[in-house]
């Protein structure tokens, strides 16, 4: 099946540097990937939907120029997080779709636990 | 806009037990629905999705959902639980690929 990787999936740094976090479709193509964050007792919050060829779309409230992303291939996209800070410290999730119409389906990674001290 | 609320936080149950997890969604136009499955340590699983057609959908592992738009509702149901069911749900809409999540609801299986 389709499996989707994230690269680390454990990050520890201190506040004020940067974090990449990278998300790899294994065994298909995508041209759209989206980042979730997801605090401890709640539930994954989209970020951005990351668009190779093309600039990241941000949802509300989420500062384009503090999580970079970046989708330079149709198996990449990385989601930079810069200077860091403790607020920041979340689980981030990725997603890409696959399939195309009614069946395509979501399939996440397994997620990058980021702790900023 | 979009949202989903999960009515229970924890669901306990005992093993070979039935159980029920509650969602309720809301929006402004068609969506699709789906149900993950979260493992301690792994990323969402898909379990079943409803896009149109029959109101019932059957998934992976036994677990099943009906949808119901007068409602707007889409629980899910497994007639008989196992301690490997033990996990967090959670519910989803989406419409143009991007989902709204639910808060979640922990299942603890016990034998």
């Known amino acids: 099946g389709a499996v989707v990787s994230q690269h680390p999936s454990w990050v520890i740094c201190k506040s004020g540097t940067s974090v990449k976090i990278e998300c790899r479709s294994l065994d298909f193509q995508a041209t759209t990937m989206f980042w979730y964050r997801q605090f401890p007792k709640q539930s994954l919050m989209l970020m951005a939907t990351?668009?190779?060829?093309?600039?990241?779309?941000?949802e509300q409230g989420v500062e384009k120029d503090k999580f970079l992303i970046n989708h330079a291939s149709l198996t990449l996209s990385t989601l930079t997080v810069t200077s860091a800070h403790p607020e920041d410290s979340s689980f981030y999730i990725c997603?890409?779709?696959?399939?195309?119409?009614?069946?395509?389906?979501?399939?996440f990674g397994p997620g990058t636990r980021l702790l900023v001290l | 806009a979009q949202s989903v609320t999960q009515l229970d936080s924890q669901v306990p149950v005992f093993e070979e037990a039935p159980v029920e997890l509650r969602c309720n969604y809301s929006?402004?136009?068609?969506?699709?629905l789906f149900w993950y499955v979260q493992y301690p340590n792994q990323g969402l699983q898909l379990l079943l999705k409803y896009l149109s057609g029959s109101t019932l959908v059957k998934g992976i592992n036994g677990f099943e959902a009906e949808f119901n738009k007068s409602q707007t509702s889409f629980h899910l149901r497994k007639p008989s639980v196992h301690i490997s069911d033990t996990a967090e749900y959670f519910c989803a809409v989406g419409n143009d690929y991007k989902l709204s999540f639910g808060a979640g609801t922990t299942v603890t299986v016990r034998a």
């Open positions: 997603s890409a779709p696959r399939g195309g119409g009614s069946q395509e389906t979501q399939y």
């Open positions: 929006s402004s136009v068609s969506v699709y």
């Open positions: 990351s668009n190779e060829g093309s600039k990241a779309t941000y």
